[in-house]
């Protein structure tokens, strides 16, 4: 089963930006969809973006504008950019992907705080 690896987490003031990377044991991103999740603390695991393998993307309309997806195929990465961030969009952030049903990140932690 492929591993997924996030990174690029912090802690950031409102308005600031982060990358952040999810990085894979195999070379899979340009055969299975990808996707970005979120969950803040007492609430539910959310979904903020995915992209597919034909490069197709989607983003959740709570950071649509904000938060864009990539990849780099050739790095096995895929990356969530995040910019203009807010307070709410502190949460540990997850990965997930790849074949049998997909794979999860351990998660990186976002704080946004001033």
């Known amino acids: 089963q492929v591993q997924l690896v996030e990174s690029g987490g912090g802690y950031v003031q409102p308005g600031g930006s982060l990358r952040l990377s999810c990085a894979a044991s195999?070379?899979?991103?340009?055969?299975?969809?990808t996707d970005w999740y979120r969950q803040a603390p007492g609430k539910q695991r959310e979904w903020v973006a995915v992209i597919t393998h034909t490069d197709y993307t989607s983003i959740a309309d709570s950071v649509k504008g904000r938060f864009t997806i990539s990849r780099d195929n050739g790095k096995n990465t895929v990356y969530l950019q995040m910019n203009s961030l807010k307070p709410e969009d502190t949460a540990v952030y997850y990965c997930?992907?790849?074949?049998?049903?997909?794979?999860w990140g351990q998660g990186t932690q976002v704080t946004v705080s001033s």
């Open positions: 195999g070379n899979i991103f340009g055969r299975y969809s």
């Open positions: 997930h992907g790849g074949p049998g049903g997909g794979s």
